[in-house]
T-cell receptor
Framework: DAGVIQSPRHEVTEMGQEVTLRCKPI?????LFWYRQTMMRGLELLIY????????DSGMPEDRFSAKMPNASFSTLKIQPSEPRDSAVYFC??????????FGQGTRLTVV | KNQVEQSPQSLIILEGKNCTLQ??????????LRWYKQDTGRGPVSLTI?????NTKSNGRYTATLDADTKQSSLHITASQLSDSASYIC????????FGTGTQLKVEL
């Protein structure tokens, strides 16, 4: 298995633009997580899904952030409109039945 | 509020030496404590997972300990190698994991 696949790896966008981050979890994993990582705050959980259903989105910072999981093999995190303070590395992770969590390589987002 | 605090923030050691990283947590509900290694520009990779009933778990040269009474965990690295240079992140909880900001380890010749 190729692991959790995220795209793009890097994204530079202008303030106010819409940004969409994509994730393909490991096949057979029933949990999917979106995290944001910054130097100051470390890894912060934004939202997680179980069997494609959003379970807890209390970590989503504002209404500008939204996430979907239309099927078991794909999820998106959208920011609209983007702001400079959204600049961070965004990680997607999936979890197997043994509770092992596997992270993708992340998307480094820079909003200028 | 769930919190995970790690120390030291950064550490430099010579190749071949041992080191211990610390993690204090106040997380509820708590079902497991995890240590991850994160190389620069990469995603975190799991080193160990411990439930509250486990005191120690090893993965090669990495040994994690857990004291559920004091809510403390440590990660001991034996005979360090240059490839151990990375950020080590501690996290705990249930479905919602709370992570610390990590310890940046540098191993030098």
């Amino acid at each position: 298995d190729a692991g959790v696949i995220q795209s793009p790896r890097h994204e530079v966008t202008e303030m106010g633009q819409e940004v969409t981050l994509r994730c393909k979890p490991i096949s057979g994993h029933d949990y999917l997580f979106w995290y944001r990582q910054t130097m100051m705050r470390g890894l912060e959980l934004l939202i997680y899904f179980n069997n494609n259903v959003p379970i807890d989105d209390s970590g989503m910072p504002e209404d500008r952030f939204s996430a979907k999981m239309p099927n078991a093999s794909f999820s998106t995190l959208k920011i609209q409109p983007s702001e400079p303070r959204d600049s961070a590395v965004y990680f997607c992770a999936s979890r197997n039945e043994n509770r092992e969590v596997f992270f993708g390589q992340g998307t480094r987002l820079t909003v200028v | 509020k769930n919190q995970v605090e790690q120390s030291p923030q950064s550490l430099i050691i010579l190749e071949g030496k041992n080191c211990t990283l610390q993690c204090n947590y106040t997380v509820s509900p708590f079902s497991n404590l995890r240590w991850y290694k994160q190389d620069t520009g990469r995603g975190p990779v799991s080193l160990t997972i411990m439930t509250f009933s486990e005191n120690t778990k090893s993965n090669g040269r990495y040994t994690a300990t857990l004291d559920a009474d004091t809510k403390q965990s440590s990660l001991h690295i034996t005979a360090s190698q240059l490839s151990d240079s990375a950020s080590y992140i501690c996290g705990g909880g249930g479905n919602k994991l709370t992570f610390g900001t990590g310890t940046q380890l540098k191993v030098e010749l």
